[in-house]
């Protein structure tokens, strides 16, 4: 928000307040529907059942938290979620398109438009500023740099965190890199944010700040976001927490 002053800290401050809605958040539709998702892995003669039937529907604002022993497949069912990788049989509607009725050649389009990934080691492009690597995903999608640039500082006021814009990634905390990866997950306004393990690498003060933020996406921007973790403070403030064992999928009682 504009006139916003960063906070300065990675620790357990609310932060500013996030603005008003995206209109599509009022959509009662569901924004991501899984059918059927199998994920099947042949070497040889061994065939190895990552996925197997997965069903999943996710409502707009809600904070998902993936659960699960590791090796499971987490990892792989948010790629199938998130396009990056083809199931092997079944269907993802996101945002009321079908993503694998696409082509190859214009998935790249459609994940850089509706999803955003955060990932444990947050990727953030070494050669680029903060802010250059916020407004990285509007570049890639052909907005003009003055205005990528502007839409990514407003990002960045949003959250609470422009006292860093001109620093690169080496020269940021653990914390700080992680709410620049938010940050650049939100800049394109996606359908829904996919998270593997953000807090992984992140000391206890760092991963609350994180962990607020997604909470306060959910809350107040009906942000939809999915969050593979082992992080139990993640889970216990899910709006819902789902369990990968053996291929399948199944629903935590409410907590």
Avoid: C
Avoid at 32 to 51: H, N, Y
Avoid at 56 to 63: C, F, H
Wanted: charged share 25%; aromatic share 4%.
């Amino acid at each position: 928000m504009k006139g916003q002053r960063d906070r300065g800290t990675e620790g357990g401050s609310t932060g500013p307040a996030l603005g008003p809605l995206n209109p599509r958040s009022l959509d009662p539709s569901p924004v991501l529907q899984a059918t059927d998702i199998w994920r099947v892995f042949e070497t040889g003669a061994e065939r190895l059942e990552i996925l197997r039937g997965v069903d999943l529907e996710v409502q707009r604002g809600q904070l998902v938290a993936i659960l699960g022993p590791s090796g499971t497949g987490k990892s792989t069912l948010l790629h199938v979620l998130g396009a990056l990788d083809r199931p092997t049989k079944g269907r993802v509607v996101l945002d009321s398109l079908d993503v694998f009725s696409y082509p190859e050649s214009k998935l790249h389009e459609l994940r850089n438009r509706k999803v955003g990934f955060v990932f444990q080691f947050h990727h953030l492009l070494s050669e680029f500023t903060v802010l250059e690597n916020v407004a990285m995903p509007l570049l890639v999608a052909g907005m003009a740099r003055t205005e990528a640039l502007g839409r990514a500082h407003e990002v960045l006021e949003e959250i609470g965190f422009v006292s860093r814009l001109t620093h690169r990634p080496a020269e940021l905390s653990g914390g700080e890199q992680a709410r620049a990866a938010m940050a650049r997950a939100l800049v394109n306004e996606p359908a829904v944010i996919l998270a593997d393990e953000p807090t992984g690498n992140l000391d206890s003060t760092s991963a609350a700040a994180l962990v607020d933020l997604m909470v306060r996406l959910s809350s107040e921007r009906k942000m939809t976001i999915l969050v593979v973790t082992h992080n139990q403070a993640v889970a216990d403030r899910a709006t819902r927490r789902l369990h990968l064992a053996e291929g399948k999928l199944s629903e935590e009682a409410n907590h």
